[in-house]
């Protein structure tokens, strides 16, 4: 049940990453263009501050916070944080899927031996 718990901590950790970052993107291009001075670069995020979807974003990144306390208090920060690189596949393929990017030959290459990375790490 111990193990159990911290495992539920990475997997959370991992998920309001994922939305974080989605959401931020998202809005980020919703937004359009930064402007070039600096006073609307500042309105620019100022307005984006306000956004309700960019707030639930901020309050994710918040529980991703707690939720990688709780999987530390579990795990060795050795063990636990491989599992993080489970975002960069996951992040790959959800913003494909979300975001309309481009899946190249190179992306997948490279989440190819991040996963090697990971399964090479786990058995040690």
Avoid: C, R
């Avoid at 309001?16 to 998202?26: D, P």
């Amino acid at each position: 049940m111990n193990n159990y718990i911290g495992h539920i901590g990475v997997l959370m950790t991992i998920v309001f990453t994922m939305y974080s970052q989605l959401v931020i993107k998202w809005q980020v291009n919703n937004a359009g263009e930064l402007p070039l001075d600096n006073f609307g670069k500042l309105k620019f995020l100022f307005i984006l501050l306000l956004n309700p979807w960019v707030i639930s974003a901020i309050l994710a990144t918040f529980a991703s916070g707690l939720s990688w306390m709780l999987a530390m208090s579990k795990f060795d920060l050795s063990y636990a944080y491989p599992f993080l690189s489970l975002i960069y596949a996951f992040m790959m393929v959800a913003s494909v899927v979300f975001l309309n990017e481009s899946l190249t030959m190179n992306k997948i290459i490279g989440v190819f031996f991040i996963m090697i990375g990971i399964i090479i790490l786990a058995k040690g």
